[in-house]
């Protein structure tokens, strides 16, 4: 079967259409700018990405030329709309209702924008995907795989944060995490790597990209994981902070006269390890050559990062009361060994050892710990879409 797996955001949209047998990658693509003015870029499997620009005042329009694209006479990859079987929506906060992927009915769409309070920012816009895909798509089956959905297996001890209960109760304030796509998929092709049944592995993954996040992934469960309510808990990201006191916040407010919009721009967008390296880059490769050309600064936030990470790897450690694999995963995490060794030197009390040469690697499936490490670790590029797809091809 083909899936058609979309993930929309607010002004923009990414597509994949994937061939399930096969989990080949048929095209794949992105549309921006929708409702300012639009341009759709697309790539045919083996073929040229193409660019154009093309009006698309809403999310309707923009679907309809991925539709297009895809049944073109000449790049196209499919003869019409009858050979794409399933559409799979990412969607980023699915709250307590969803704890797996859904089929979409009316009742999980009301259930999605129950949550739009949870995930402002992205849930609107995931339902405004999914409704122009039903427009132009009404007889095809849709599944929603939601961000949140592989946490829902955190202890209450891992999800309630230290506030009154009341919140909890009134408003469902508590953590939630994300990436679980992302994390479900690479512990899953961890244990297979390691030659053990998934309900019998204790795994961190680290999911290291412009958003980062880690999971304690004990027995096929997540146990615990670094992001919250929203996406910005936990690790120092691109622009994130992560964890800070949240006093900072009222100290800050007075110093600087914020309110809490700008608090959150602050926090969301100025902060990380943008922030930190005095607004260089959030791009570790810029932060890689400031740190080796002698930035100070840049040299400081790559710390601090790493830091961060060995910090929740340990504590996961403890978690779990133990650790068979630890899994390095996204844009940073698949790519950049320094990062990678930064962050194993702080665990070498688990009785690791990085081999130097495969850590050197970028972008592929390889085990970096040798061959008498206690704690195998591993680099294993993760695909969302894949994970989405077959999510998908499951429930219809
Ligand atoms: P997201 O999906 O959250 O936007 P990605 O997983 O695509 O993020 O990761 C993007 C980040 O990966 C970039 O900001 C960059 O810091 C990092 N990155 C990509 N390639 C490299 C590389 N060769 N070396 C170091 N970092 C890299």
Avoid: W
């Avoid at 790049?75 to 980023?92: C, M, P, Q, Y």
């Avoid at 995963?329 to 194993?344: D, K, M, P, Q, Y």
């Avoid at 070498?348 to 050892?353: E, F, H, R, T, V």
């Amino acid at each position: 079967m083909n899936v058609l797996v979309i993930n929309c955001g607010s002004s923009s949209l990414k597509f994949q259409l994937i061939n399930s047998d096969s989990e080949q990658v048929l095209a794949k693509g992105l549309c921006e700018r929708i409702g300012i003015d639009g341009s759709l870029t697309y790539q045919p499997e083996g073929g040229e990405k193409v660019k154009s620009d093309k009006a698309m005042p809403t999310h309707t329009e923009a679907i309809q030329f991925v539709i297009d694209a895809l049944t073109d006479a000449e790049t196209g990859v499919v003869k019409s709309l009858s050979e794409i079987g399933a559409v799979g929506h990412r969607v980023v906060h699915g709250g307590e209702k969803f704890a797996s992927s859904v089929v979409i009915t009316d009742e999980v769409k009301q259930a999605i924008e129950d949550c739009n309070d949870l995930a402002p920012l992205h849930n609107p816009a995931n339902l405004i995907g999914i409704n122009a895909c039903q427009k132009l798509m009404p007889n095809t089956p849709m599944v929603a795989v939601f961000d949140t959905a592989f946490h829902q297996t955190m202890p209450e001890k891992a999800y309630m944060y230290g506030l009154p209960y009341e919140y909890y109760d009134k408003y469902k304030v508590r953590r939630y995490g994300f990436h679980g796509t992302s994390h479900s998929f690479v512990s899953k092709r961890a244990a297979e790597l390691l030659e053990k049944p998934y309900d019998q592995v204790k795994t961190i993954v680290c999911h290291l990209g412009n958003g980062a996040s880690i999971c304690a992934v004990e027995n096929g469960k997540s146990v615990d994981t670094s992001m919250g309510l929203t996406p910005l808990e936990g690790l120092v990201m691109g622009t994130r902070s992560g964890d800070i006191d949240p006093a900072i916040l009222e100290f800050i407010s007075k110093k600087e006269g914020l309110d809490i919009a700008g608090l959150m721009n602050m926090l969301n967008k100025k902060s990380g390890v943008f922030g930190l390296s005095n607004n260089l880059s959030s791009d570790f490769r810029d932060l890689e050559d400031g740190a080796n050309s002698g930035n100070n600064e840049a040299r400081i936030a790559l710390e601090v990062f790493a830091y961060r990470v060995a910090k929740y790897v340990g504590s996961y450690v403890a978690a779990m009361n133990g650790v068979d694999v630890i899994a390095f995963t996204a844009g940073i995490g698949e790519n950049s060994g320094t990062v990678r060794s930064s962050v194993l030197k702080y665990l070498g009390y688990l009785g690791i050892s990085v081999d130097e040469d495969a850590n050197k690697k970028r972008g592929e499936e390889i085990a970096i710990s040798t061959a008498d490490s206690k704690v195998k670790v591993m680099v294993i590029p993760t695909n969302e879409e894949l994970a989405i797809a077959r999510e998908t091809v499951a429930l219809v």
